[in-house]
């Protein structure tokens, strides 16, 4: 069965950095869109950043471009954010995803906070 299980998440000052992991296993993972999507409290889930199956094309939300950085291993079954710079409005559970993948992992809580 499907299962994304994302880490890296924790509290951090504002500027800081962090990076998040989703290890993805039950589905051809070299052959899927990966994505990232974040939920703040009393917020609606929205999409973060997008990669494609074999890495060449990545998108971004406005409000992360040049901040954030989405990366993939297929080797290792495994995407990646790279989060630089952060802010107090990305506070929230970051969840990984694969596009046309009604699947969602428990999220990793990325707090920032002074």
């Known amino acids: 069965q499907v299962q994304l299980v994302e880490s890296g998440g924790g509290l951090v000052q504002p500027g800081g950095s962090l990076r998040l992991s989703c290890a993805a296993s039950?589905?051809?993972?070299?052959?899927?869109?990966m994505r990232w999507y974040r939920q703040a409290p009393g917020k609606e889930r929205e999409l973060v950043a997008g990669?494609?199956?074999?890495?060449?094309?990545?998108t971004y939300a406005d409000s992360v471009k040049v901040r954030f950085t989405i990366s993939r291993d297929n080797v290792r079954n495994t995407v990646y954010l790279q989060m630089n710079n952060l802010k107090p409005e990305d506070t929230a559970v970051y969840y990984c995803k694969g596009y046309n993948i009604d699947y969602w992992g428990q999220g990793t809580q990325v707090t920032v906070s002074s």
């Open positions: 039950g589905f051809t993972f070299s052959s899927y869109r």
């Open positions: 990669i494609t199956s074999g890495g060449a094309i990545t």
